[in-house]
């Protein structure tokens, strides 16, 4: 592969200090490129960098070169097309950026390889359209980038007194404060922190022995054990992306499901733990209040049901009057024990519904029963436990993030793996739907000079017609040394509106498609494998000499090589004064057909003045007629070694056969077509 990024074509310096940003060294950039993980490149540079760049790893990989050889603006604008509605099939921008890797080149090694990848994308295609196809296209469409983890953890600090360890633990500062301790080192500063983590062989026990319990916490040097969130933060910043990959693989039948959805549920455990506490923490005030008032009303109807003499309301306001003490013990014992089992019944209450009931003893004497009825909170006794909330809460959670940190670190490689699956699953179902759904097919790539197809289709009208606005006619054309009369070289005749300019682009998305190793929308098709591919589209309303000389300057460069070339050129006469356009493009022809390796179509207008050129076919788009609404009767399809009619000379020939009063005229003027 590379030595360095600087090898990289589009690796300038802002984008060098992007990646390395980005990725932290040069290497890890390198390794990345290398593995063909290009959806890491998505995110940090814009689609058209990130193609830009995978193309140079791709190519550099499987020991092949992109072809420059699209060298018109037309004919880029050809390629463009043809990628953007291949790329609509796509889901995520992972296979929109390895769509972008389907560029021009002459390996024959490479466009076997991207065409077993299409064969591959519409079988997939075929075994999964339906429900289970739509279903995944949702998941694909959330589908993004892995998110790195390792987010800082606030009010939290590591304290070691291993200088060695030290040195080791300083790769996790960008995640969690660390501090060397030397002895008699004062730690006023560690009050700052909620919670100290030790990492000591001992020598530090001494100095926090009189911190509070649940502010320090003993842990062993390995990572997941001191700091478990540098392992969990991964899985839990990425739980919604398991949680689609898990489905998405089960949709799919693949056993790595499985262990996605134990992750998951590793991970949904401690978020559990994790809100238990802090629910605890939020709700514990709310719950108490809410515990005493039903303790008290409790003690109003055990009073009223006991039956003494006094009405149950009578003996309470006597209760309110009374001090601890003589008065209490004197009470009816019926009555001490209806507070004590009012005070109980709430505390147990309150730990019941903050889930805390196998802790209930941390109640006890919430409720005090100094001033016997009614039932108040004890102060000190919730102040002791909303400290026991919030140090065992973090004891807790903690335990159960190093637990959880133990069980899945290394599994980081498993949720990588099964999302590059799915990425590349999107890829392939989106050249499969493709190839399917506007039914192409694989081009024979020949290595004589014949360019051949039968029931070609444009891609843009294609696409019409499947989405039911349009019904295309498919025509079929051969040029080539193996065709009708040899003709590498041919004009296109015939009138406006038959079709001359789809043909020309069908050839052009067919070349351009069979280069790049995707099927065509043909049944059936030859291509040759040509070094350059030269486009001219009409240029209407450009005839001025500055759209002229540009027009040389692009048509002098295609003879300065002894290179393969396609030529298609669509009216290009217009550019120029009439008088002078039958000179120029009979010169025109006239060199490319003395260009051994040379293929070209001319479209023109033009083909009475230039029928007597040696080596070069005048083939026409034929029309039967103009229907009465003006639109010609065609059939698009050219016929070979036919100068087809214009439309001036149908509208005439119309005329003369239907205005009987003005005949003469129309035929006299029809006579200068013959």
């Not at 960098?49 to 420059?68: N, W």
């Not at 992972?94 to 002459?106: N, V």
């Not at 694909?140 to 304290?159: A, C, E």
């Amino acid at each position: 592969m590379f030595d360095s990024l600087r090898q990289v074509r589009g690796i300038g310096d802002k984008i060098y200090d992007t990646l390395l940003e980005r990725f932290g060294s040069e290497k890890a950039v390198l390794d990345v490129l290398a593995r063909e993980d290009f959806q890491e490149l998505l995110g940090v540079l814009p689609m058209q960098k990130a193609v830009e760049i995978a193309r140079e790893a791709h190519a550099r990989k499987h020991s092949f070169v992109y072809m420059e050889m699209l060298k018109t603006p037309e004919a880029r604008e050809i390629y463009n097309s043809v990628l953007s509605i291949l790329r609509e099939h796509a889901c995520t921008d992972y296979a929109k950026l390895r769509i972008g890797l389907f560029y021009p080149t002459r390996d024959m090694h490479e466009l076997e390889r991207r065409r077993e990848e299409v064969l591959e994308g519409a079988a997939l295609f075929n075994r999964l359209r339906g429900d289970k196809l739509r279903r995944l296209r949702e998941i694909f469409k959330g589908l993004g980038s892995i998110r790195r983890g390792g987010k800082r953890v606030p009010g939290r600090v590591v304290v070691t007194d291993d200088e060695r360890l030290y040195e080791e633990l300083k790769r996790f500062s960008d995640i969690i404060d660390f501090f060397l301790l030397t002895p008699g080192e004062d730690m006023g500063f560690l009050q700052n922190y909620e919670a100290v983590r030790v990492v000591s062989s001992g020598g530090l026990d001494s100095l926090f022995s009189n911190a509070a319990s649940g502010a320090v916490i003993f842990c062993s040097p390995d990572p997941e054990d001191f700091l478990p969130e540098a392992v969990l933060s991964f899985f839990v910043e990425n739980k919604g992306t398991i949680d689609a990959c898990a489905t998405a693989l089960d949709l799919l039948g693949d056993d790595l499901a499985a262990e996605l959805k134990s992750i998951s549920e590793k991970i949904q455990e401690l978020q559990v733990e994790r809100e238990r506490f802090s629910r605890v923490s939020r709700d514990l005030p709310m719950v108490v209040n809410e515990c005493l008032q039903e303790a008290n009303e409790w003690i109003v109807r055990r009073v009223e049901e006991m039956g003494v003499s006094l009405s149950g309301k009578k003996i309470l306001e006597v209760l309110s009057g009374l001090e601890m003490g003589n008065g209490y013990a004197s009470l009816p014992r019926e009555l001490r024990d209806v507070i004590a089992e009012a005070a109980r019944r709430g505390e147990e209450e309150c730990a019941k519904r903050l889930g805390m009931e196998s802790e209930k003893a941390v109640f006890s004497g919430l409720f005090s029963m100094d001033s016997l009825y009614p039932l108040e909170v004890n102060r000190e006794a919730l102040s002791d436990l909303e400290a026991y909330v919030g140090e065992e809460g973090g004891r807790a959670v903690f335990r159960k993030e190093q637990q959880t940190a133990a069980l899945l670190k290394g599994k980081e490689t498993v949720v990588k793996k099964a999302v590059a699956k799915l990425l590349q699953i999107d890829y392939l179902l989106a050249l499969g739907e493709f190839t399917v759904t506007f039914e192409a097919s694989p081009p024979r790539l020949g290595a004589s000079l014949n360019f051949s197809f039968r029931d070609g289709k444009h891609l843009l009208l294609r696409k019409q017609e499947i989405q039911g606005r349009a019904l295309v006619q498919p025509v079929s054309y051969f040029i080539g040394e193996d065709s009708p009369g040899k003709a590498r070289v041919t004009v296109l005749t015939g009138a406006n509106s038959g079709g001359k300019t789809t043909l020309l682009e069908i050839m052009a998305q067919i070349q351009v498609m069979a280069q790049s190793g995707l099927p065509v929308l043909a049944a059936e098709a030859e291509v040759p494998l040509v070094d350059e591919i030269y486009y001219y589209g009409r240029r209407r309303g450009s005839s001025s000499a500055g759209a002229f000389e540009v027009l040389l300057r692009s048509l002098a460069d295609i003879p300065r090589t002894d290179s393969s070339k396609l030529i298609l050129a669509d009216e290009i006469e217009a550019v120029t004064e009439p008088g002078a356009a039958a000179k120029i493009l009979s010169a025109l022809l006239e060199l490319f057909s003395g260009m051994p390796e040379c293929l070209a179509v001319v479209v023109t207008h033009l083909g009475e003045e230039l029928k007597t050129l040696d080596e070069v076919r005048i083939d026409g788009i034929e029309a039967k007629g103009l229907d009465d609404g003006l639109n010609l009767i065609v059939d698009r399809n050219p016929v070979l070694n036919n100068l087809a009619r214009s439309t001036p000379e149908l509208i005439l020939e119309r005329l003369s056969k239907t205005d009987d009063k003005h005949r003469d005229f129309y035929e006299a003027v029809l006579k200068k077509f013959k």
